[in-house]
């Protein structure tokens, strides 16, 4: 089996799952119990929190954890659009995020609030002027991302939070969930308010995130009750998840150095080989993220080649896993420019440092035998 869908989910890491089945066994108190288990299980909350804060550069007191990416970032982008209403109700986006942020902003949209989409260029990156033009004296939120899940287009955070910085009464929203482990997320150097993250992009559980969320940020609580997270997100921890996502932020920071050189060849690789191949389109930016390569073959959907290629047990996607049983071209191909066709008959391998160059060569066999077999039987010229 080669699996290169990892841009949808990671496998969880075995020292992950291990810390998991520790906790759930030895931990299992609710935290906000006042008894000895109780106790004992808000420590191992507490340091989690600390760990947490250590691996983004920030203070524990600015993690709330989550159930994932798609609570994050609605914690973050309504969190904010219906505290601050007084000041504005204006939100700048770009064309290409992910549903959890693209799909969150059009439903304010239903709240009274005006919406601005930010186009993106060929190789999928906003152009700083087109942000800097699109900011009003009612502007809220900005929320770009920093890796697009389909592409690997990396945004220039760092300069989009220089220009941020001119505009105090507005906040900065970053989905970070596809750049954890593989390119340096840093909240406090990008000038973020806010950053989302979700564990299972990194080979820890589903079901487990956290929003970074600066200190002085006042956030409108979208879940009410026993007010945990700092009243932010209320409901009992779960423990067992926010420890193993924090492992698994560990192992990914110890070794982030040599796995993106690692991913890094293997996407070169990828890219310089399918590159190669007539009537094979690169959707991805020759100089991206280092573990994604999306393509189009024309004329052939991409249904069709996933599922000839999973026949051949090689697991790929065609696009986000959360649109990929949506009938319709990548949103994010059109939003790029690229066109129909492509965007009607893209792949996405995505890579992860469980993955290896073995792997890819055999990959690049699999699909040199199965792509001419699908041209010759559907008659693909």
């Given at each position: 089996m080669i699996y290169f869908d990892n841009g949808a989910t990671t496998a969880p890491h075995p020292e992950v799952v291990e810390t998991m089945r520790s906790v759930l066994q030895n931990y299992y108190g609710n935290p906000s119990s006042l008894h000895h288990l109780g106790v004992e299980s808000e420590k191992i909350l507490n340091q989690s929190r600390q760990l947490a804060a250590k691996f983004l550069g920030v203070q524990p007191g600015e993690v709330v954890f989550t159930s994932g990416a798609t609570e994050s970032n609605n914690m973050a982008i309504k969190g904010i659009a219906f505290r601050y209403q007084n000041r504005g109700k204006h939100i700048v986006t770009t064309a290409i995020e992910?549903?959890?942020?693209?799909?969150?902003?059009?439903?304010?949209?239903?709240?009274?609030?005006?919406l601005t989409v930010l186009p993106v260029n060929q190789e999928g990156v906003v152009n700083l002027e087109d942000l800097e033009s699109a900011i009003r004296s009612d502007t809220v939120l900005v929320s770009v991302m920093h890796v697009n899940n389909e592409v690997g287009s990396v945004q220039p955070l760092a300069e989009i939070g220089r220009i941020l910085k001119k505009y105090p009464?507005?906040?900065?929203?970053?989905?970070a969930v596809q750049g954890f482990g593989k390119l340096p997320v840093d909240p406090r150097g990008w000038g973020a308010d806010l950053v989302s993250l979700s564990?299972?992009?990194?080979?820890?559980?589903?079901?487990?995130?956290?929003?970074?969320?600066?200190?002085?940020v006042d956030l409108y609580p979208l879940m009410v009750g026993g007010g945990q997270e700092g009243g932010l997100r209320s409901g009992t921890e779960n423990l067992a998840g926010i420890v193993g996502m924090v492992k698994a932020m560990r192992l990914a920071k110890e070794s982030m150095e040599s796995n993106s050189q690692a991913l890094l060849a293997m996407r070169d690789r990828l890219w310089e080989s399918l590159n190669e191949w007539e009537g094979c389109f690169m959707n991805t930016p020759r100089i991206g993220a280092p573990h994604i390569v999306n393509i189009s073959l024309p004329g052939l959907?991409?249904?069709?080649?996933?599922?000839?290629?999973?026949?051949?047990?090689?697991?790929?996607?065609?696009?986000?896993?959360?649109?990929?049983?949506?009938?319709?071209?990548?949103?994010?191909?059109?939003?790029?420019?690229?066109g129909e066709a492509r965007a009607s008959s893209s792949l996405r391998l995505s890579l992860s440092y469980m993955n290896t160059m073995s792997?890819?060569?055999?990959?690049?066999?699999?699909?040199?035998?199965v792509v001419p077999r699908l041209k010759k039987m559907l008659k693909v010229t």
């Amino acid at each position: 089996m080669i699996y290169f869908d990892n841009g949808a989910t990671t496998a969880p890491h075995p020292e992950v799952v291990e810390t998991m089945r520790s906790v759930l066994q030895n931990y299992y108190g609710n935290p906000s119990s006042l008894h000895h288990l109780g106790v004992e299980s808000e420590k191992i909350l507490n340091q989690s929190r600390q760990l947490a804060a250590k691996f983004l550069g920030v203070q524990p007191g600015e993690v709330v954890f989550t159930s994932g990416a798609t609570e994050s970032n609605n914690m973050a982008i309504k969190g904010i659009a219906f505290r601050y209403q007084n000041r504005g109700k204006h939100i700048v986006t770009t064309a290409i995020e992910h549903p959890a942020v693209y799909d969150v902003c059009k439903q304010l949209e239903e709240f009274g609030f005006e919406l601005t989409v930010l186009p993106v260029n060929q190789e999928g990156v906003v152009n700083l002027e087109d942000l800097e033009s699109a900011i009003r004296s009612d502007t809220v939120l900005v929320s770009v991302m920093h890796v697009n899940n389909e592409v690997g287009s990396v945004q220039p955070l760092a300069e989009i939070g220089r220009i941020l910085k001119k505009y105090p009464k507005l906040f900065f929203h970053v989905d970070a969930v596809q750049g954890f482990g593989k390119l340096p997320v840093d909240p406090r150097g990008w000038g973020a308010d806010l950053v989302s993250l979700s564990a299972h992009k990194f080979h820890g559980p589903k079901g487990t995130g956290l929003l970074y969320v600066r200190k002085g940020v006042d956030l409108y609580p979208l879940m009410v009750g026993g007010g945990q997270e700092g009243g932010l997100r209320s409901g009992t921890e779960n423990l067992a998840g926010i420890v193993g996502m924090v492992k698994a932020m560990r192992l990914a920071k110890e070794s982030m150095e040599s796995n993106s050189q690692a991913l890094l060849a293997m996407r070169d690789r990828l890219w310089e080989s399918l590159n190669e191949w007539e009537g094979c389109f690169m959707n991805t930016p020759r100089i991206g993220a280092p573990h994604i390569v999306n393509i189009s073959l024309p004329g052939l959907k991409s249904e069709v080649i996933l599922h000839a290629l999973e026949d051949q047990f090689v697991y790929v996607s065609t696009k986000s896993a959360c649109s990929s049983k949506i009938d319709r071209p990548s949103r994010v191909l059109m939003a790029m420019n690229l066109g129909e066709a492509r965007a009607s008959s893209s792949l996405r391998l995505s890579l992860s440092y469980m993955n290896t160059m073995s792997e890819v060569e055999k990959f690049l066999m699999i699909f040199h035998d199965v792509v001419p077999r699908l041209k010759k039987m559907l008659k693909v010229t």
